[in-house]
Structure formats: structure tokens, C-alpha cells
């Protein structure tokens, strides 16, 4: 190819049209080659509910990292692309559009709902491939799944029949968190609790048979409509003697039992509880103890039962208002006293979670929990970071029975089915006949499976189980999975029990866990908040590497990062950087063919460069062995900014621009042999420009894309400890140089002599490299003494090791005009720095004044400091120069 770039980098030019030639070239297709280590990945697969956000980018981005560095380093690497249905979410979304015509699912009917629901889930399919596209992923498409697709549809069954058989599934009526939103039950990790005030209503319930009553305290008044007993501790003194006898239930005019429990706790307000089992997990096993009637007072929709009388048909809240009201009326409430708890929310909708009696399908949990946790503690699957280790325990250490169905449409159709006879069949097949009656009358269970329930198989359902299928055989157990801290529970914790059970291995050996992608104030991305940012508009716009870049660098192991258009600028910065120094090599390679090995009788700064570049390679690799990949592209970063263009670029054009062939075919090679392989480094983290750029070297043909470029490695004959040492001191001078020049406001242009007094022993190297680090100081001429040699007087110094190092002021600069320059420019920096610390000591400013404001005018009273500070040692320093 030419080696000549255009002058500017436009990724919207460049981005598309490399991911066609990848697709084109079928670079992303695992290969699934005998005897070679295998890489494997399965995507966490985003929900086809919408859009994709900034997490879903970061995370995509986080393991097209790996995949694409693995596939460097020689893996046979699979990355297996799919999508999930999202059961709750996708059904929401398509009620929204029918609420929109005027419908409701059940105008539609089920089947014409799920034709609907199909609908949208082709559309969303679609956009969220074109977005995959657009960031870059490097997923092999020809395996992609879906998890209602056939093959994981066939999983599910299998999965579902297997524990049915072995008991591990079982249906009964228990309590569930119901949503009264999306009518339907969900799992206890569906549901958020957040601190809410509310009140504690204190209600009196009058003896039966005996003088007296008993006070109860509640959060929900309205429950009491189905109250069954009213409950002490064994242990409390106070009601002793009661225990055995009756009170009426207010309101109702309902005689409910005293019962003795030890689950009661004597110091809650007046010791006596209220036990309503149909609407509290607690209550209900304390009237499962205690075969005590359940009595539903509150149903699905939200709504107080027909049967608790003038109450009937009324909302919750408005019943709790009525009850309030009634109690209060007829004497029966004490007081009311605030109160702050904990209370569940639908993490789908946000509606507070109704707890309700129903008959529901459920996962005996402790059974498989058990090798999941052991799994863990031997070190089978380690977490990164690992202290996330320690929240998957607590979890599965404590875990609660599985509910596992739900009243909704969209999603895997529970496999039972009724028979009138009251036969219920559990089967991989459906049933044509009642196996007990012969009758051909059946009907299947309405509920559809909770949709974690397949994502929990997705590491093995992909790759074609319950057949063993070549993929399944080569690339299982997959080698890393890369998730959000936030879904631990929801998904991680359930794929490793069920690989466990199923395939009798684990599903993958590491966790690498990340946080999530805030704003720029460090709140959480929503579309209420409406700070969420688009990653389609950022690629748009600056193009996907430098989102990629701006994500990765961003993020830490397991924490979450603040989303800063300052820092995507940035990232752009580098992108143009990387094609400028590039654009520069290549104009520099006309003619230019790679040789096998570098030339002999390299310079200092090229032995330098080499052995630089030697030690990012290994620190690149090491800390991608780590899951560090934020520090990794940092290392890159640095490497090539300050390194590669700050300095050697520089440094090389003394050989390219000097008289000496043999000197300039040197730099060449050094130049082409560096900027290369950095491109290799850059690859994963940056895709598009690093293959295009690649595309423009000169090469002999061996690989047709940086994609399939081996990795680079160390190579212990390119370590240089003597050319690193002194360069380092060399560069160190330079910059101590352009340091005093700086302070004293000297611009480039202005010569001034330095004057430099070092032991004999580095006089000789200075003297080799005082042609470039005059060059690169921006100084005048450099004058080289002994340590014993004459000290120029009225000069700036510093040191750079044992170098001593002097800038002659005289003929460079007026001293009283300097002292009088700086001495304003302290006052300025004082009126700045009054005015800040007015603003921050300002109480209503504090209070009243954004978060982002408010930190912008703390890091500017920071600078302020830092400047004064500065100008008050450099003022001290000039008034000793002046006598």
C-alpha cells in the first residue's frame, strides 16, 4: 500500500470501511483449531429492549480488549455474540407502544402480542448490532444466539425437566415480591429496598373474654384487614398469661388468636406484633408454624379484596388512609410517630413491591448452591478484583429458594401442562394426551419462565448443549467473563451453579468485574436525570477509538468511573497524535523495506528507544494478564506521547536529515521497527486508526491486517540498562534547561548560553550529546566544564544528577524588570485566589450552587496556591541573583 497518509484523521472516513474489511476477510471467526489453546468469550447479551448505553460500551470495550490481544498472541479466541429477550423490560416496552393505540395485551391476545413482542425484537436486534458494529467488537457473527432462538429454547426445557425430575423445581403457594405494575412475581434480587420516611401507626386490639387490649405497631395499616393473630415472645413477661386467648380485630370485628413465637422481638415497640401472612414473608412462616389461615386482603392489581367490605376496590394507599381514618374514629389508634425503613422497589418499574401469597414455580436453591460456593473458596473461579469474592458468598451462603415464574407473555413458556382430571404433566415434549386419563384436553401453564433462568445456561446453551457439539467440546469451560459489579447476583452466581450441575464444570475462571459509567458529578446515568450519553453521538462525533480509549483508560477493576468530555477530548488529542507521528515516519519511509533484523552499530538514543519500547511490551502484557487494562493503555499512552514522539522523533532526525547514509537507514529502521509494533500495543485498545495506519506501512506480506499480527513479546536482547541510564540523565538536563528558560518567560526563539559543570567521567557523554540537547533545550550555545570549572554569576541554576547546571542571565535578562513582571503577576494570582476563598467560605454558595460549579472553583483556588507558590520562590531566588 502507499505509504502516504491524508493530512487530517477523519475516523468517520475510516472506521466503517476497516470493519467491512475485517467482516469481508472473516478475521472474527473462531477457527476452532485442534491442539491450540483456546481463548473463548460469551458476550453478557445486552437486553433487546432499546438502545445500548455507555455500560454496555465499556463493557464491550473492556472484552474486545482481551479477545483482540489474545488473537494477537496466537489464541484460538472465540467471542460469542447474542442477544437476551429480557422478559419484564421488552414486555413493558411493547404494553407502552399498545398503551399508545389504545390496546392492552389482552385486546391482542397472546399470540398476536407475541407477534408484536417479535416485532420489536427484530428492530432492537438490528440497532444493537449496528452498534456493536460501530464500536468496534470483534465477535465471531457466524455463532450468534438469542435466548428464545430454538437451540436455547430446547436448553431451557431440558434444563427445567431435569431439575422437575430430581425435585429441584416443585410448585406451591408461598410468598412472593409481586409487582403490582408489571403483574407479575419476581426474585428477591429483582428488588431494590431504599430508606423511605413513613410512619409508625400504634393500634390497639380489645381483649376477648378478658379486660384489657394489646397495642401493635405498623408501617401498613391496611394490612391488618388480614390479620390472623397477634404474636409475643415466649420469653416476654408481659403477656404471659395471655398467650392462648383472643382479641378482635379491629374494623373487621374478627376474632384472631395470641400466639407465642420466638421470632417476635420484646424491645419492637410494645412487643406485640400484628401477623398478616398473606402480605409479609415473616408472618408467613410464622403462621406456617402456627397453621394459621391466610386471609389475602390485598390482590394483584394493587387494589383491597372484595371481601374486606367498604374497603373492597380501593388502592392500597387510599386504604391506608381509610383505615387510619376508621381506627381513629372508633379509638382504636393510640398515635402516630415517624418512622424511616427500608422498602422494596420493582428494579424494572420502581413500583414498591406488594409481598403476596401465590402459587408459583420455584428452584430448591441450597442443593446447588453448595458447589458453587465451593467452587470459589478452592480457587476455581477467582474474581478481579477479589474482594468481590466476598459478596458472592454472602449471597450464595444465604440464599432463598428460586422463584422462577412469571405472569407475563414475552419469554420461555413454563412445560407443564393441566389435565381436568388434575393430572399435571412435566415434559421435554408437548404432551398430545393425559398420560393418567388419556384425556386430550390439556392446557399449559400460562406463566413464562423468569428470564434469568435461560441467561443462567448461556455459557453452555451457546455453544449447542444438551447436544455435545464440536463448539461445546473445544471452547468449554470459556475462559473469562467481564460483567458489572451490579449483576453478580443476578447472573454470575446462577450461571456458575448451573454449569456446575449441568456440565459438571465451571462456566468460566475468571470474573473480571467492572463498575459503572457516571457523569461527569459522579450520579448514575438516567434518563430522569436526563444526563445519560449516548455512546453512538460520542463515536459520531470523535470516532470510536476515542470513546474506546476514553472508557478504558477511565476505569479501574470493579470501579466506577466519571464520564468527562474533557477526558474524550483528550482521547481525541491522542488519536490525532498517533496519525500525526505515524504521517511523519511514513513520509520518511519512501523506498523503505524491512529488513529481517535491526542494523548493527545502533546510536545511544536509538538503544534507548528499543529498550523502552522492550520494557512497555512487557509491562503491557503483564498488566492485560492482570485485567488491568486501564493502566496498560496508560503505559501505551505514555510510551508513545512522551517517548517515542516527544523524544526519539526528535532524535532521529539528526540521523534522517544528516549527511550520513549509513546513519539515516539507521533511524529508519529504529523508526519503522518502533511505531510498528507500538501499533501492535495499540491494536486492542484502539482498532480502527492502529489498522489503518498499519495498512500504510511497508511490509513484506507475511499478515494482511494488524489484526492478525502476532503480539509483540520481550526480547531479552533489546535491554540496554547503560543506553536507558544515559539517556535518562540526558533527558533530565533537557528538561531542567527548558525549566529555567520557562520561568524566566523565555520563548523558544531566544537564544541563551547554558553553562553545564559535571565530573570528567560524563563530560564525554555530554559532549557526544550536545548537538541535540542544544536542539531540544532551546538553548544557545552549550558550554561543558569540570565540576572544578569557574561558576558563571548571576544565573539561574539547577541539577540534573551530578550535573550542575547554569542559565547566564546577563544580556538575557533585566532583573529589576523581571522582579517588578513577576511581583504583578503575584498580585494578580492573590486578587484571584481572595476571590475563591470568598466563594468557598460563602454559606449559601456551598448550598445553593451546582456540585460541578462548586468543584471548579475549588480546583481553581488550587492552581492559585500552587501558582503563588511558585512565584514566591522564584521572586526569593531573583532578589538573592540582585543583591
Not at 1 to 17: A, G, I, R, T, W
Not at 169 to 178: A, E
Not at 427 to 437: M, T, Y
Not at 544 to 549: K, V
Request: glycine share 6%.
Amino acid at each position: 500500500m502507499s505509504v502516504n497518509l491524508p493530512s487530517v484523521y477523519e475516523p468517520e472516513k475510516v472506521e466503517d470501511k476497516i470493519y467491512q474489511f475485517w467482516l469481508d476477510a472473516d478475521y472474527f471467526r473462531a477457527p476452532r483449531e485442534k491442539g491450540k489453546k483456546t481463548f473463548s468469550v460469551v458476550i453478557p447479551p445486552p437486553n433487546v429492549t432499546g438502545s445500548l448505553h455507555m455500560g454496555h460500551a465499556l463493557n464491550n470495550t473492556i472484552q474486545d480488549v482481551l479477545v483482540r490481544w489474545r488473537r494477537m498472541q496466537g489464541f484460538d479466541t472465540l467471542w460469542l455474540p447474542g442477544t437476551d429477550h429480557a422478559g419484564i423490560a421488552t414486555q413493558n416496552k411493547v404494553e407502552e407502544h399498545l398503551a399508545a393505540e389504545g390496546l392492552s395485551r389482552h385486546d391482542l391476545g397472546r399470540e398476536k402480542f407475541l407477534e408484536r413482542a417479535w416485532n420489536w425484537k427484530e428492530e432492537y436486534h438490528a440497532r444493537i448490532l449496528k452498534q456493536l458494529y460501530k464500536l468496534g467488537v470483534s465477535c465471531d457473527w457466524s455463532r450468534e444466539r438469542f435466548t428464545l432462538d430454538e437451540g436455547c429454547s430446547r436448553a431451557v426445557r431440558e434444563v427445567f425437566v431435569s431439575l422437575y425430575e430430581r425435585g429441584l423445581i416443585y410448585r406451591g403457594n408461598y410468598m412472593i415480591n409481586w409487582c403490582t405494575r408489571c403483574h407479575t412475581a419476581i426474585s428477591d434480587i429483582e428488588v431494590e429496598h431504599e430508606e423511605k420516611s413513613s410512619m409508625l401507626a400504634h393500634i390497639s386490639y380489645p381483649g376477648v373474654g378478658w379486660e384489657g387490649s394489646i397495642v401493635v405497631a405498623t408501617t401498613r395499616p391496611e394490612t391488618m384487614l388480614g390479620d390472623t393473630a397477634v404474636a409475643v415472645n415466649p420469653e416476654d413477661g408481659r403477656y404471659r398469661d395471655l398467650v392462648g386467648r383472643k382479641v378482635l380485630l379491629p374494623l373487621m370485628n374478627r376474632e384472631i388468636p395470641i400466639i407465642a413465637d420466638a421470632y417476635v422481638d420484646p424491645a419492637f415497640g410494645s412487643g406485640a406484633v400484628k401477623i398478616t401472612p398473606a402480605h409479609d414473608p415473616n408472618d408467613f412462616e410464622i403462621g406456617r408454624r402456627h397453621d394459621l389461615e391466610v386471609v389475602v386482603a390485598i390482590g394483584e392489581d394493587g387494589l383491597i379484596t372484595e371481601q374486606m367490605g367498604p374497603y373492597g376496590g380501593m388502592d392500597r394507599y387510599a386504604a391506608r388512609r381509610a383505615v387510619l381514618d376508621d381506627l381513629e374514629k372508633g379509638g382504636y389508634l393510640r398515635k402516630i410517630e415517624d418512622y424511616t425503613h427500608s422498602v422494596g422497589h420493582c428494579q424494572r418499574c420502581g413500583t414498591e413491591i406488594e409481598p403476596f401469597f401465590s402459587l408459583q414455580w420455584f428452584v430448591c436453591m441450597q442443593p446447588l448452591a453448595e458447589p458453587a460456593i465451593k467452587a470459589v473458596t478452592e480457587g476455581k473461579i477467582s474474581f478481579v478484583p477479589e474482594r468481590f469474592t466476598r459478596a458472592y458468598l454472602h449471597w450464595m451462603e444465604n440464599i432463598r429458594d428460586w422463584c422462577i415464574s412469571r405472569q407475563i407473555w414475552w419469554g420461555h413458556r413454563i412445560p407443564a401442562w393441566y389435565c381436568p382430571c388434575g393430572e399435571m404433566i412435566v415434559a421435554r415434549q408437548d404432551p398430545s394426551r393425559c398420560p393418567s386419563c388419556g384425556g386430550e384436553k390439556l392446557e399449559q401453564d400460562p406463566d413464562v419462565l423468569d428470564t434469568w433462568f435461560s441467561s443462567a445456561l448461556w455459557p453452555f446453551s451457546t455453544m449447542g448443549w444438551p447436544e455435545q457439539t464440536p463448539d461445546l467440546q473445544h471452547y468449554f469451560p470459556t475462559s473469562v467473563l467481564v460483567t458489572g459489579y451490579d449483576i453478580i447476583t443476578f447472573w454470575v452466581a446462577r450461571m456458575i451453579f448451573m454449569s456446575l450441575d449441568f456440565m459438571g464444570d465451571i462456566p468460566f475462571s475468571h470474573v473480571s468485574v467492572h463498575g459503572l459509567v457516571r457523569d461527569a458529578q459522579g450520579r448514575k446515568m438516567s434518563k430522569s436525570l436526563g444526563n445519560g450519553v449516548d455512546p453512538l453521538e460520542v463515536i459520531d462525533r470523535y470516532g470510536a477509538d476515542t470513546l474506546r480509549f476514553t472508557l478504558i483508560t477511565g476505569q479501574a477493576p470493579g470501579s466506577d468511573q466519571r464520564f468527562r468530555h474533557e477526558n474524550v477530548e483528550a482521547s481525541r488529542n491522542f488519536s490525532n497524535k498517533i496519525w500525526n507521528a505515524s504521517r511523519y515516519v511514513l513520509m520518511n519511509l519512501e523506498d523503505y523495506r524491512p529488513a529481517a533484523a535491526l542494523p548493527p552499530d545502533l546510536q545511544r538514543r536509538d538503544r534507548w528507544i528499543l529498550d523502552r519500547h522492550n520494557a512497555v511490551v512487557a509491562r503491557t502484557t503483564e498488566l492485560l494478564e492482570n485485567y488491568e487494562l486501564g493502566e496498560a493503555a496508560r503505559v501505551v499512552y505514555d510510551f508513545f506521547w512522551r517517548d517515542f514522539c516527544d523524544w526519539y522523533i526528535e532524535l532521529s532526525k539528526l540521523g534522517l536529515y544528516g549527511v550520513e547514509e549509513e546513519a539515516r537507514e539507521r533511524s529508519r529502521a529504529v523508526l519503522f521497527f518502533v511505531l510498528e509494533r507500538t501499533l501492535r500495543l495499540l491494536h486492542p485498545f484502539m482498532p480502527f486508526i492502529s489498522e489503518e495506519i498499519w495498512q500504510h506501512l511497508p511490509r513484506s506480506g507475511e499478515t494482511a491486517a494488524l489484526i492478525l499480527a502476532p503480539w509483540p513479546r520481550f526480547a531479552e536482547e533489546l535491554v540496554d540498562e547503560t543506553a536507558r541510564v544515559e539517556m535518562e540523565l540526558i533527558m533530565e538536563v533537557i528538561h531542567a534547561v527548558r525549566n529555567l528558560r520557562q520561568e524566566i518567560g523565555l520563548s523558544r526563539g531566544t537564544n541563551s548560553p547554558v553553562v553545564l559543570r559535571a565530573p570528567r567521567r560524563l563530560l564525554p557523554l555530554l559532549e557526544e550529546e550536545r548537538p541535540f540537547m542544544e536542539k531540544l533545550s532551546w538553548a544557545g550555545e552549550i558550554t561543558l566544564r569540570n565540576e572544578d570549572g569557574e561558576k558563571p554569576e548571576q544565573a539561574l541554576s539547577a541539577l540534573a544528577g551530578e550535573i550542575e547546571i547554569y542559565l547566564p542571565l546577563q544580556g538575557v535578562l533585566d532583573l529589576d524588570q523581571e522582579i517588578a513582571r513577576l511581583q504583578k503577576e503575584l498580585q494578580d494570582i492573590e486578587t484571584e485566589r481572595r476571590k475563591s476563598l470568598a466563594k468557598l467560605g460563602n454559606e449559601q454558595f456551598m448550598q445553593r450552587a451546582p456540585q460541578d460549579v462548586v468543584e471548579k472553583e475549588r480546583r481553581k483556588e488550587e492552581e492559585c496556591n500552587k501558582k503563588r507558590g511558585k512565584l514566591l520562590l522564584r521572586l526569593e531566588e531573583l532578589e538573592k541573583l540582585r543583591g
